[in-house]
């Protein structure tokens, strides 16, 4: 493991979204593909293995450890719930807010299962008409992982406020048993159709069950919240294809690192970076036995062992500050980089620390009060002013107008921006691990 990172710590920018090669240039993916796109196996080799920065990596190294810490965390410390959830034992009495919502009948089971149906045969025809080459037993594959993951995910969720990702698994099991196709267009559809279902359905599963604790609370009846949330996902997949179909047309530049267009795509190009490692080159190619990052596996067995001392800890001294740390969270924290950067969790934290910690303790009245009204206030104004500065400045003349102000240009004066990699690239590539 330290050895890889080395490698990306010195070579290359820390914070970056695209691979690189070992001259130190941005992986040409061209150079391992043949005339029919497909992938192109003696070129590969011939060219150079895919090198990750070092915000690559170290996100990698704490997911592969998540994707088994956050399971053994769930069996630890709520192992005892969900055997009470199974056999549907009542351990303590109803609260207030349990007698009062019991007013308003629940949404029938039959009304869930005729939902899956449905949009899983959507799923199902989606993945077959068009040409995704994605056959149906991987999808169901994709949709069982957010089954396994919901619970662990939901009770951390509902915990500490942080949903876990499933962008590790749901990229290696797709890419380990990728079908050989016609070309690198079917395999990046393939493991990104995977990926997305997978994902999405956790992410929107979880933000399912907030919205109906949600509603819990504020006394929505459950049929209603339930109406909401289906009507307002039909939509939404509806409008965003349309407003992304319409954006494309309009500034099809958007995307191009190349352009001066105030519009960027960081997240497209971290899906890019994945469709490269997890599909075109592959899982087997970039962490199997003898690949430089296949250290990076043993920390999945390290996941299965980071809970327990704390919990150990724990049992023994219930009344120690050791009960406020949650593994799971620890290792979950990075999963927003990229294309997150230092400034993104600096300013989250100083943030944080200020109304979560300052405020609350010196002045709880006032933070009991105005905190999340505030918090709301300030999400509100953000999207205001995005959609905004769209309006005004980013969509007139094709994007072409510009503000020079420290703010627009401050972060191309940095290291990163400049790829400025720690130590030179020796002639002939970055020296190769001894075997």
Sequence with gaps: MGYSLAWSLAYFPISANEPYD?????????????????????????????????????????????????IIHTLLYHGQSL?????????????????????????????????????????????????????????VLA????????????????????????????????????????????????SQVFKAYSVQTLSEATSFVQDLKLGHYIKVPPRATFLVQLVATILAAFIQVGVKTWIFAHVPDICDPNQKSQLTCPHNQVFFTASAVWGLIGPSRQF??????????????????????FWLWQRRYPNSWIKYVSTPVILNGVSGIPPATGINYSSWFAVGF???YLIRKRNFAWWSKFNYVLSAALDSGTVISLIFIFFTLQFPKNGSITLNWWGNWVH????????VPFLKIPEGGIPQRSS
């Design 143 to 190: 949709l069982l992982l957010p089954v396994i993951y919901i619970l662990p995910s939901g009770f951390i969720y509902a915990m500490t406020g942080q949903g876990i990702t499933l962008n590790i698994l749901a990229q290696i099991i797709p890419g380990t048993l990728l079908p050989v196709f016609a070309s690198v267009f079917h395999t990046s559809v393939y």
């Design 288 to 309: 199997g036995v003898g690949s430089i990052y296949h250290p990076h596996l043993y920390a999945m067995v390290i996941g299965v062992f980071l809970p327990l001392p």
């Design 354 to 356: 200020i109304f979560q």
């Design 22 to 70: 070992l001259f130190g240039n941005v992986y040409n993916i061209t150079r391992v593909l043949t005339k029919e796109d497909r992938f192109d196996l003696d070129a590969y080799n011939a060219y150079s293995p895919l090198y990750l920065p070092a915000t690559y990596a170290m996100t990698y190294l704490l997911a592969f450890a998540l994707s088994t810490c956050v």
């Design 83 to 139: 055997i009470n959830g199974v056999k549907r034992m009542k351990v303590e009495s109803d609260d207030i807010h349990a007698k009062l919502m019991r007013n308003y009948p629940e949404v029938p089971d039959w009304w869930y299962m005729s939902a899956f149906v449905f949009f899983f045969c959507m799923a199902v025809i989606a993945v077959e008409v068009w040409s995704t080459k994605v056959p149906v037993y991987a999808l």
């Design 412 to 419: 191309e004066r940095t290291a990163d921006w400049n790829r």
